[in-house]
């Protein structure tokens, strides 16, 4: 079973990705609604797997929610990465 901490660590890391990435497309509708999809396809099979976990915990290893756990922690820092090169990209833009 995961700590409540790490979980709760995890979902403010994959919120604050979230708000970079779109305000790093903000000029872009289709490249807003890839961000949209992209986040609820990594977080919607964890937070399903966790609630099931929880209620009927398992006896050996959970593989899906392990990989889902790393599918959303690989897509939050990606995001982080990809809206901090944005915001630097135009930051000397403008210079």
Do not use: H
Request: net charge positive; aromatic share 12%.
């Amino acid at each position: 079973m995961m700590n409540i901490v790490g979980i709760v660590l995890l979902y403010l890391l994959c919120v604050v990705s979230f708000f970079s990435m779109i305000a790093a497309v903000r000029g872009s509708k289709g490249w807003r609604w890839a961000v949209i999809i992209l986040y609820l396809a990594a977080a919607a099979p964890f937070t399903c797997l966790l609630a099931i976990e929880l209620v009927n915990p398992s006896e050996d290893a959970n593989i899906g929610l392990g990989l889902s756990y790393y599918l959303l922690q690989y897509v939050s820092i990606a995001g982080l990465i990809v809206a901090v090169l944005v915001a630097i990209i135009r930051y000397v833009g403008r210079k």
